[in-house]
């Protein structure tokens, strides 16, 4: 197992890798963007947990007072959808075989809206990642390699 530090407004927060038995596994929650050492970490990743907390339009007509909103949007915040799209086209190891994106916000995302800007850039990417979205309060699928 190996720790990466990850831009977030918490003290000393990581993300982390598992190696084992020829599989990697990778987990980054609670960012606010994707810096060059996360995405170092996540490379060679089978499957991949990667936060999509929320929708910008969303969360800028949202419940939150501003105050929050900045700190949600701001470099130690959390990834919206956007930028997970983004890392996707960009930056995601074409050998992931699932790619798993949660940690979405209650008031300030939905599922489908996740589902479909992370579809579009793997369709723009054109690899064949599968795309699972965990759902608030809903079990995921067991994972099988």
């Known amino acids: 197992m190996q720790s990466f530090t990850v831009p977030h407004d918490a003290v000393d927060p990581v993300g982390f890798t598992v190696s084992a038995q020829g599989l990697k596994f990778g987990l980054a929650m609670d960012l606010g963007y994707l810096p060059e050492s996360v995405k170092f970490h996540m490379r ?3 499957l991949m947990v990667l936060e999509s907390n ?5 969360l800028k007509v949202g419940p939150y007072p501003w105050s929050v909103k900045q700190r949600v949007m701001g470099r130690k915040g959390h ?3 956007d930028l997970v799209g983004e890392f996707i086209v960009n930056d995601l190891d074409g050998g992931a075989q699932a790619l798993i994106l949660g940690h979405l916000s ?6 489908e809206i996740v589902r479909l800007v992370a579809d579009a850039a793997i369709q723009r990417r054109g690899i ?3 795309l699972i979205v965990a759902e608030p309060r809903k079990q995921s ?4 390699f």
């Open 54 to 58: 929320h929708d910008l339009d969303m």
């Open 141 to 144: 699928e067991v994972f099988v």
């Open 44 to 46: 060679g990743c089978q």
């Open 106 to 111: 209650d008031h300030n995302n939905h599922p």
């Open 79 to 81: 990834l919206s959808n």
């Open 128 to 130: 064949g990642t599968r």
